[in-house]
């Protein structure tokens, strides 16, 4: 298993109505016409959750794309999800757009500087981070936040871990938390005529979607900060019908062992105590 999957195309593309579109007046350009979205902003600790819009790859179209940014760091995610194709400027059609799409995060994480991005050098988006940082509150919406998973193909199966951030507990260098494992299926991207998107080179655009099962596991994971070692202390399975088919009880005795580099466990370490 990788530690960590490059972002994936989440829509497809599809055509909006005639005229030329432009960001409502008042959202910051955090890049070369990349505007953030006032309302798709979020804090959970030390990290931002964040939406920003920009010209799409044909005409007259839209994306919309969620990242995390740290308030002390000088990273940010590399592009998580994608929505398509936006109507007129009307702001409410944006900030829907947006916010719908919160959900259906796929792509592990992976943070990169800020001026790997396009963000220029990354100055203007560190300003709205940092000031929204200051002043917004800490969310305490029920937000699962993408961690790992395996390598996957286009009508193969594989799974995604996602961390529920509400169940986040400091304990001094220790932070612990509860993962959901999903499993995740790769579809071809196809246009609203059923034609397959393609990129430049001619291979098609893929999506990853949630299956019909949509949980096989939980389990909780304790990360000790100082020294970056693991502890899993709970874990149930769920078959396709959702009842749960194994599971093993805590017996809050910790055994704390380092994780392998390039493995899950390295990326749950990474994740847990960054937040």
Known sequence: ???????VLLAAVASTSSGAASPPAGWPEVGAGVHLIPASVERFGSTLLFATLQQGWEPETWTVSWRWAHCQGGWVTDLVAMDYGLTGTAEAAFNKAGLDQRKFFTAPLEYQPLASL????GAALRRQVAS?????????????LPVAGTDRNVGREGHNDYLLLKTIVRKGEQVEGWMRRRPISVEEVKRPDGSILRKEDGTAWTKEVFTAHTTSARFKVTADCSRRYLAMSRFVAYDKNGDASNSSQDDGK??????IPGTL????VDVLCRL
Do not use: N, T, V
Request: proline fraction near 6%; aromatic fraction near 8%; hydrophobic fraction near 35%.
């Open 265 to 268: 466990g390295e990326a749950y």
């Open 1 to 7: 298993m990788k530690k960590l999957l490059s972002a």
């Open 132 to 144: 929204r940082c200051k002043l917004q509150a800490a969310s305490q919406q029920s937000i699962e």
């Open 254 to 259: 910790l055994q704390f062992s380092e994780p």
């Open 118 to 121: 396009p963000f220029g050098d």
